[in-house]
């Protein structure tokens, strides 16, 4: 039996849709819906059983399921402008810290979100080695939560046996419940269709140009393919970037839905909310060399093809979402 905790989120819908692909469909969804539409990213998969992430966690500590292979957790509160540190910490820290320890106490497959935002302003770089976890510096609320899990699980030893991806700037179907946190790809379809423009931040560094702010946007079917080559491979563990190692401008993307769209380019740059002044990346690009090194095999798809099939087999579709006949 296999769990994804946030199983009707974005990645989390993603990695099931992927799992029926090839025939898996014996999976334990955890999820919190609330009033949200995320319910609708179910709609069509298959999977054994749903339950709240409350019950299951509960349930899990009591022995209820039977034998677990693997937990694939992606469950998290992941707006970067959640100003409820607590509520960070109790759900994206506290939570994560109680299913990696029964999952290293059992020998289960642990798999779980980290996040690019733990690299902070990037000064630093994008490097994936353990040994500079303790040197990042987070830049939000969000970004600690995931940095302080990194961290803690590296201080316990647990690097050895359970495996954390720093996901970059994905997108991709099922991003429609996100709201702000919507990908920009998502942004600019609805607004080439609603009004046929674009409107994106200028930039505030001289060292950037309007729209040439750069970004390692990373497909999440690209992304799952890598999650279940990882399901496959548990004596490949510690944390590992997932992006394409290839940093692209807000432009090239936009300019790629305007392509896809048939519809021509038409970019208006407005200015920076003062909310994300000083804290916003310029420039975000995965370093891949470690996970290529582990041998994963998946070839990352261009901006390009990666946004043409977004908007051409999803977003411009009466039903947009992944299901198990995609």
Known sequence: ?????????????????KLNQVGISDVIIA??????NKWKNLVGLRFHDYLHKTDFLKKLCEEKFPRIDTIIHMGAISATTETNVDLLMENNFAYTKDLALFCAQRSIRFIYASSAATYGDGSQGYNDDEE???SLRPLNGYGYSKYIFDVWAQ??????????LKFFNVFGPNEY????????????????????????????????????????FVYVKDCVEVMYWLMQKPDVNGVYNLGTGKARTFKDLVTAAFIAM????????????????????????ARMDKLAKAGCPVKFKSLEES??????????????YLSHTD
């Open 262 to 285: 048939r519809k021509p380019v038409n970019i208006e740059y407005i200015p920076m909310p003062p909310a994300l002044q000083g804290k916003y990346q310029y420039f975000t690009e």
């Open 31 to 36: 999820d919190e819906l609330g009033d949200s």
């Open 177 to 216: 419940h996100k709201g702000d946190m919507a990908s920009v790809v998502f942004k600019a379809y609805h607004q080439i269709a609603d009004k046929g423009v674009v409107k994106l931040f200028q930039s505030d560094n001289p060292a950037y140009a309007d729209g040439e702010q750069m970004r390692d």
């Open 1 to 17: 039996m296999i769990v994804i905790t946030g199983g009707a989120g974005f990645i989390g819908s993603a990695m099931l849709w």
């Open 132 to 134: 500079k976890l303790t």
């Open 307 to 320: 946004v043409a099939d977004y908007v051409q087999q999803h977003l411009s579709k009466e039903f947009p």
């Open 155 to 164: 201080r316990k030893q647990l690097l050895n046996k359970i495996v954390g």
